[in-house]
C-alpha cells in the first residue's frame, strides 16, 4: 500500500541531509512560525534528520523555505509534472538503519 494512503494527505515532509543541531533548530522553528498549533514530529536519520509537519497538505514552497533535500525536491516537482497531480510527498521511512522513533530537538546534546 502507497504510504500516501497510509498515513493520508495532510503532513508535509522535510528531509534535511546534515546532522548540523543549529540548520534542524533553524528548520523546526521556521516550521513552528509557518504552521502555528501544527504537530511537528522529529526523526533521526543516518544523513540528519526528517521533519513531519502533521495536518497541511503538502507545499513545495514550505518545503524549500525549511530547508528539503534539493534532489527530493526536484523528483516531486518532475513526479507532479509527468503525473499531472498537484500533491507529491515522498518521505523514504523504510531504508536500512532508519529508525522511526521520534526525538526531542532540546534534549539532543550540542
Not at 61 to 76: E, H, K, T
Amino acid at each position: 500500500m502507497r504510504m500516501d494512503k497510509v498515513r493520508g494527505l495532510n503532513h508535509i515532509g522535510i528531509d534535511l541531509d546534515t546532522k548540523n543541531r543549529l540548520r534542524l533548530l533553524i528548520s523546526y522553528f521556521n516550521a513552528r512560525h509557518l504552521f502555528p498549533g501544527k504537530d511537528i514530529r522529529v526523526y533521526e536519520t543516518k544523513m540528519g534528520h526528517h521533519l513531519e509537519i502533521l495536518g497541511i497538505k503538502s507545499n513545495l514552497i514550505a518545503r524549500m523555505i525549511l530547508g528539503d533535500c534539493p534532489d527530493r525536491l526536484w523528483f516531486s516537482e518532475e513526479r507532479m509534472r509527468i503525473f499531472k497531480r498537484d500533491f507529491d510527498d515522498v518521505l523514504f521511512n523504510i531504508k536500512d538503519g532508519y529508525k522511526r522513533e521520534e526525538v526531542n530537538v532540546f534534549s539532543e546534546a550540542w
